[in-house]
């Protein structure tokens, strides 16, 4: 390399003569190491029993259910999200809640379909409002929060159909509007102990508004319906 | 000759008599630079740096806020920087009408949203189609072959009439008062958002006004009505007076008298419609022809 040195000539002129002889042996390991299909294998599911894997969505889906029933702050709702506890949820209240068959006496009550749009696009009218006031939380674990909070409104609704078999009279009205007072407070306060931790601090009071309204008016529907005779 | 122009090319200090010394003159690239600086380190919390850089654009250019397109999420974001106090003001502003005080001016400036308008809108469909239902049970109560039903077509045909309420006055009014613009120069002129903002929260004073409708007094609902009107229709003309004063007066008469009439016609066809027709229902002895003669009667057009 002693050509390079010489700052007469130009810079790479030396290069140009460089070569490795044939001799020197040229040698190295290229290879990926084998262990990753370890890894691979730890999270591959493919090959477990069905019932294994039922299990175990199931098992997420019911402790999400206890989270809601003792709200405390833990991120697990909002960790691990899914939507399969808010479809649970909402089929069942859009059953119980549906009109039947297109009768005189019926036609009044919500069919299926109107529930479940109520439910799901409300859940998103939410998300979007929270969002746009700056909220930190994403899209679905917004929608897996508001479902799964409906599960006291599902225990009330259940509840009022028991008390109806009983009677409609004013004593079962009394219950039932007791019972789901209850149940959709519970489901306003499990919601905000879960959201309001992801919204701006001057900003709490406008998320919790329509959080209120949405279990307001299922509530609602809960509460003014009417068995069929 | 090649003296004077080499003279010419040779490098001349200039006097410095403001001090441009070399310190100086760093200082000065620095100013320059750095809301740019500071705004690229912001960049990186997105909406953030809408956020100021709106604040800082409504500083200088007044009246020009929105600086994102419109099909991305940050304009609409813009559009709900409010806080919680702030929609508190801005509800009792609407409600309690001052003579010297403009809505827009006094809470609006010129950070419209949309987050009151569309909840209040929202809350008030829902108020209409809960204490309609209410009330038709209270009237129906005694008689013993009623059967109580929830109507839940009236909460669409609600939420249409309110919705549309609050979206296509505002854009006729709108385009009204841009066109009357082009002729006589005014001094105050309202953008789309802001007449949509005024007009969502006037409508706030009938949610207490329909909850009060539960009770069915019609001397009651009447009183509501017409208490709920005068305070929300004076300030919906305070508001837009500044606007049009300047005009001819026939028009200005016209335009008053237009909005006036389309709020008075919201106020009694919601009254007509969700809490009469209970008491119209053909199955039922119980009628009030009162209601109906009455309802009839206010036909303005």
């Known amino acids: ?229 | 000759n090649p003296e004077t122009f080499k003279k010419l090319l040779l490098f001349q200090e200039f006097e410095d008599e403001q001090g441009f010394t070399d310190n100086n003159q760093g200082a000065t690239t620095v100013t320059i630079d750095d809301p740019i600086k500071s705004r690229k380190q912001r960049k990186a919390t997105g909406t953030a740096f809408e956020e100021e850089d709106n604040d800082d654009k409504t500083e200088l250019l007044s009246g020009q806020r929105k600086s994102a397109p419109f099909w991305t999420f940050e304009y609409y974001q813009t559009l709900f920087d409010v806080d919680s106090h702030q929609v508190k003001n801005r509800i009792i502003g609407s409600i309690l009408p001052w003579p010297g005080k403009n809505f827009v001016e006094v809470y609006l400036r010129s950070n419209p949203d949309l987050y009151g308008p569309f909840w209040i809108c929202a809350t008030l469909v829902f108020a209409i189609a809960v204490s309609g239902n209410i009330s038709s049970f209270l009237v129906h109560q005694g008689q013993p072959n009623f059967r109580y039903v929830p109507d839940f077509s009236k909460v669409t045909m609600a939420a249409t009439a309110i919705y549309s309420y609050a979206w296509l006055v505002p854009l006729a009014l709108w385009g009204f008062l841009t066109w009357r613009n082009t002729k006589i120069t005014s001094l105050v002129s309202y953008s789309f958002l802001q007449i949509v903002c005024v007009y969502g929260y006037s409508l706030s004073i009938y949610i207490p006004a329909v909850i009060l409708w539960i009770i069915p007094n019609e001397g009651l609902r009447w009183c509501s009505i017409v208490v709920a009107l005068c305070l929300s229709g004076s300030v919906l003309v305070l508001t837009f007076w500044p606007a049009i004063r300047d005009d001819k007066p026939r028009i200005t008469i016209a335009i008053i008298s237009t909005i006036m009439i389309l709020h008075v016609l919201l106020a009694v066809g919601c009254k007509a419609c969700f809490f009469s027709t209970y008491e119209m229902h053909p199955s039922k002895a119980h009628n009030e022809p009162s209601t109906a003669t009455n309802t009839s009667s206010t036909n303005p057009k």
């Open chain 1, 1 to 229: 390399m002693a050509e390079v040195e010489e700052s007469s000539k130009p810079m790479f002129a030396g290069l140009s003569d460089i070569s490795i002889s044939e001799d020197i042996l040229v040698e190295g390991d290229i290879s990926v190491p084998v262990g990753s299909h370890n890894a691979d294998n730890d999270f591959s599911t493919l090959d477990e029993p069905v019932k294994d894997t039922i299990l175990r969505d199931l098992r997420a889906v019911g402790q999400k259910f206890v989270h809601v029933m003792y709200p405390k702050k833990s991120s697990a709702l909002l960790r691990d999200w899914d939507l399969w506890g808010p479809l649970i949820l909402c089929v069942t209240l859009a059953l119980m809640l549906q009109g039947g068959s297109v009768d005189s006496e019926e036609e009044g009550r919500p069919q299926f379909a109107e529930v479940f749009v109520i439910i799901w696009f409300g859940s998103v009218i939410i998300t979007l409002n929270s969002k746009l006031l700056g909220g930190t939380i994403s899209f679905f674990q917004s929608l897996c929060v508001l479902g799964y909070c409906i599960l006291p409104l599902t225990v009330a609704m259940i509840v009022c159909r028991i008390v109806l078999v009983g009677g409609s009279g004013l004593v079962s009205f009394v219950v039932r509007l007791i019972v789901v007072t209850a149940s959709f407070s519970w489901s306003t306060f499990a919601s905000t102990a879960f959201l309001a931790d992801s919204q701006p601090p001057n900003r709490k009071a406008l998320v919790v508004y329509p959080v209120f309204l949405f279990y307001f008016v299922i509530g609602w529907m809960i509460l003014t319906f009417s068995p069929s005779q």
